[in-house]
T-cell receptor
């Protein structure tokens, strides 16, 4: 069964508004979670690494003030797209990893459409 | 710079035959490789992994082969089933340096009944 839950699965918002996406690890604690973005027919691009109790680490080219990440507990990370614009429309996916040498487990993603 | 490449965007295979999906990488430091399967509007699902100390890992119908000298890995699915139709991503990581995984662009597999 799913080990990472992501919500909402789909959201449509108006330009200028903010959208919050939640990512939860269901049966394990994740000190680190990851946020990816996928454009059509492209690979998953890592946006940022979310660290429990500390600031997120953003990849080059990702605006930290636009994509706010909060990792308030060992099972929850949130991504807030602030002042969304149509170009932010994309598929956002979170992932988490159990300790040790284990694969990433992904949430089901959030399809964001900004009108 | 794309460190993990899947040069075939799509592949069609007859049901019951073997599907072979290929992946190349450029970073010789990668020591952990994975294959994920993704359906539309869903997150990727882990399929199978292999560490660099092995050259083959098998799990049911899925086998991953790793050729370190060629920096190449492949996923074999046999026999292919219509339910295998999905996009397959390969991913690579350097375990000792952290958690970042690098993904290929994916190969869309269609298994024809």
């Amino acid at each position: 069964g799913a080990v990472v839950s992501q919500h909402p699965s789909r959201v449509i918002c108006k330009s200028g508004t903010s959208v919050k996406i939640e990512c939860r690890s269901l049966d394990f604690q994740a000190t680190t979670m990851f946020w990816y973005r996928q454009f059509p027919k492209q690979s998953l691009m890592l946006m940022a690494t979310s660290n429990e109790g500390s600031k997120a680490t953003y990849e080059q080219g990702v605006e930290k003030d636009k994509f706010l990440i909060n990792h308030a507990s060992l099972t929850l990370s949130t991504l807030t797209v602030t002042s969304a614009h149509p170009e932010d429309s994309s598929f956002y996916i979170c992932s988490a990893r159990r300790i040790g040498n284990s694969p990433l487990h992904f949430g089901n993603g959030t399809r964001l459409t900004v009108t | 710079d794309q460190q993990v490449k899947q040069n075939s965007p799509s592949l069609s295979v007859q049901e019951g035959r073997i599907s072979i999906l290929n992946c190349d990488y450029t970073n010789s430091m990668f020591d952990y490789f994975l294959w994920y399967k993704k359906y539309p509007a869903e997150g990727p699902t882990f399929l199978i992994s292999i560490s660099s100390i092995k050259d083959k890992n098998e799990d049911g119908r899925f086998t991953v082969f790793l050729n370190k000298s060629a920096k190449h890995l492949s996923l074999h699915i046999v026999p292919s089933q219509p339910g295998d139709s999905a996009v397959y991503f390969c991913a690579a990581s350097v375990l000792s340096t952290g958690n970042q995984f690098y993904f290929g662009t994916g190969t869309s597999l269609t298994v024809i009944p």
